[in-house]
């Protein structure tokens, strides 16, 4: 498989077929991101020969007799390929004829797949026509995963992220219209020390107005690699303690009325929790509380600071 450095697909991704479509990101300027350091070059598309050779490969796997005996005795499903995620940091970023080519490839070789995912960013979105997305969606792409960080437009504008709160809802509403389907990541303390709450909030009012199936909320983590470190080490912003990042997440909990999946999974989370909003909101909240008394600053800031890798 023609795989790039370290490959980050979401934790409910476990069972799709992954297929690199592209390597790196096309904006690669978030200042707190450490993601795709290790490249020697900043956005890269695959190589369609590098796709359809991989989707051979992956045939071989999924037709293998051995396969198909174990799936008989255990039940398990890994002859079938119902959904690809294409990886790389922004696949959607690819113009929409180039996306069409790969999803006419993934049905070629695995006519069972239903729908092919990718993470995407919300200037992604915006860069397509209203009717290509409908011919997206219509091509199978389907369950976008979108970093969206904060509706605080204060720190999306100093974190770099090239676009404001208002525009994560006028694209997510025109994914709405195409019939695209989307997660949000959420970034605990990406507004800084003393304005998590101010962040939550803002944050709440923006998914309150899309559609989102799933919130995943993971937390802040600062290497030293990154730009926002050497913000910190000049006083130019200070972290939120790992505490305030939990009053955060209560607070964007308390606030979101929309019916959605609320999630903390993925290495950023010491403690890993799942539910549904809003019948499920006091029970986030009683974890979230027992988070804070439990376990405390001095033991979730050691989890933070000896964690090496996202
Ligand atoms: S868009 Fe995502 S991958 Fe790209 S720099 Fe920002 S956080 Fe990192």
């Known amino acids: 498989m023609h795989y790039t450095?370290?490959?980050?697909?979401?934790?409910?991704?476990?069972?799709?077929?992954?297929?690199?479509?592209?390597?790196?990101?096309?904006?690669?300027?978030?200042?707190?991101?450490?993601?795709?350091?290790?490249?020697?070059?900043?956005?890269r598309p695959a190589p369609?020969?590098?796709?359809?050779?991989d989707l051979l490969e992956a045939q071989?796997?999924?037709h293998d007799p051995l396969r198909r005996a174990e799936e008989e005795l255990f039940?398990?499903?890994?002859?079938?390929?119902?959904?690809?995620?294409?990886?790389?940091?922004?696949?959607?970023?690819?113009?929409?004829?180039?996306l069409l080519q790969i999803a006419e490839l993934m049905h070629e070789h695995f006519p069972q797949c239903k729908s092919i995912g990718c993470f995407s960013r919300v200037t992604d979105i915006a860069s397509k026509s209203d009717e290509e997305l409908l011919r997206l969606a219509q091509g199978g792409f389907d369950g976008l995963t979108i970093g969206i960080e904060t509706g605080d437009d204060g720190a999306l504008s100093f974190m770099n992220k090239g676009y404001a709160a208002k525009d994560i809802v006028e694209q997510c509403q025109r994914l709405d219209a195409a019939g695209i389907s989307y997660a949000f990541f959420y970034l605990a303390g990406i507004s800084g020390e003393g304005r998590g709450l101010e962040g939550a909030r803002a944050t709440a009012a923006i998914c309150n107005q899309t559609n989102p199936w799933l919130i995943g909320a993971n937390m802040l983590t600062v290497y030293k690699s990154s730009e926002l470190h050497r913000d910190i080490e000049a006083g130019r912003w200070a972290e939120e303690s790992e505490t305030e990042k939990y009053e955060e997440l209560k607070e964007l909990v308390g606030h979101l009325e929309v019916s959605v999946d609320f999630a903390m999974l993925g290495a950023s989370n010491p403690v890993m929790l799942k539910g549904h909003l809003p019948d499920q909101?006091?029970?986030?909240?009683?974890?979230?509380?027992?988070?804070?008394?439990?376990?405390?600053?001095?033991?979730?800031?050691?989890?933070r600071t000896n964690l090496r890798h996202l």
């Open 5 to 43: 450095g370290t490959i980050w697909r979401p934790p409910y991704e476990a069972g799709s077929l992954i297929i690199e479509a592209t390597a790196g990101c096309t904006h690669h300027k978030c200042k707190f991101c450490t993601l795709y350091e290790d490249l020697p070059f900043k956005f």
């Open 48 to 53: 369609m020969e590098h796709i359809e050779a």
């Open 60 to 62: 071989t796997w999924f």
């Open 75 to 98: 039940g398990l499903s890994r002859t079938k390929v119902d959904r690809v995620f294409l990886a790389g940091a922004n696949p959607f970023g690819l113009k929409a004829p180039h």
């Open 281 to 303: 909101r006091e029970q986030l909240i009683s974890a979230l509380d027992a988070i804070i008394t439990d376990i405390g600053e001095a033991r979730l800031r050691d989890y």
